[in-house]
């Protein structure tokens, strides 16, 4: 996790706001299960400022790791907060679970002529657009493998299907680029959708 941000809100009229800066709090990652801890400093909170707000917001980032389930009923994500008083005495406010969702794709090069044999080295690029000028997050050109294959991960779907256009960018040794520009659909239970795709699977022939 990454924090991005820690600030007071609802100080005066309900409105007024102050960022805090690592001198005003600690940020300790206390568990495996990445729960980590906000410390506000004793500066701060000896302050008289610091009572004329009536939140702490805490702004973060998480990325989800390898383990993290493709599609299905996605990951979820949960925030309770615990905190201590001056006497030690401990308060917990449960927060909501939401879920988050990643998808995945593999592309698999063949041989036009025997689909059976499969091509390394031949790379491919996921974009958001159809001219191909735009790169996607986690579409960077990959080189399919001894295999002949490549997988797109941590792709972003929607319930409507997010659009990537699926294009080789490398042709492997021997073979010729193909310049098919594939159309895809991704879904936020993990379903890849597209002409050519069987199972989250699409072949591109050289």
């Known amino acids: 996790k990454e924090i991005n941000s820690v600030k007071l809100t609802g100080g005066t009229g309900g409105t007024t706001e102050k960022d805090l800066t690592t001198t005003d709090y600690t940020y300790t990652k206390t568990g495996a299960d990445n729960s980590f ?24 980032t998480a990325t989800l790791n390898s383990n993290a389930v493709i599609g299905g009923k996605g990951n979820p994500n949960k925030v309770d907060l615990v905190y201590t008083n001056s006497y030690d005495d401990e308060s917990k406010i449960e927060g909501p679970e939401v879920r988050v969702y990643t998808a995945q794709i593999q592309v698999v090069k063949v041989d036009a002529a025997n689909t059976t044999t499969k091509l390394s080295g031949a ?84």
Do not use: R
């Open 37 to 60: 801890e906000i410390a506000l400093s004793d500066t701060l909170l000896s302050g008289e400022e610091f009572y004329s707000y009536s939140n702490v917001v805490v702004t973060y």
């Open 123 to 206: 790379g491919f690029t996921l974009y958001t657009d159809a001219a191909c000028n735009t790169v996607a997050t986690n579409g960077s050109e990959q080189k399919t493998d001894s295999n002949g294959t490549v997988t797109f991960k941590g792709l972003k779907g929607s319930a409507d299907g997010t659009t990537y256009y699926l294009k080789e960018t490398t042709a492997p040794s021997g073979y010729n680029i193909n310049s098919t520009v594939f159309e895809i659909e991704v879904f936020d239970n993990g379903t890849v959708s597209g002409t050519g795709v069987i199972n989250n699977e699409i072949q591109v022939p050289d």
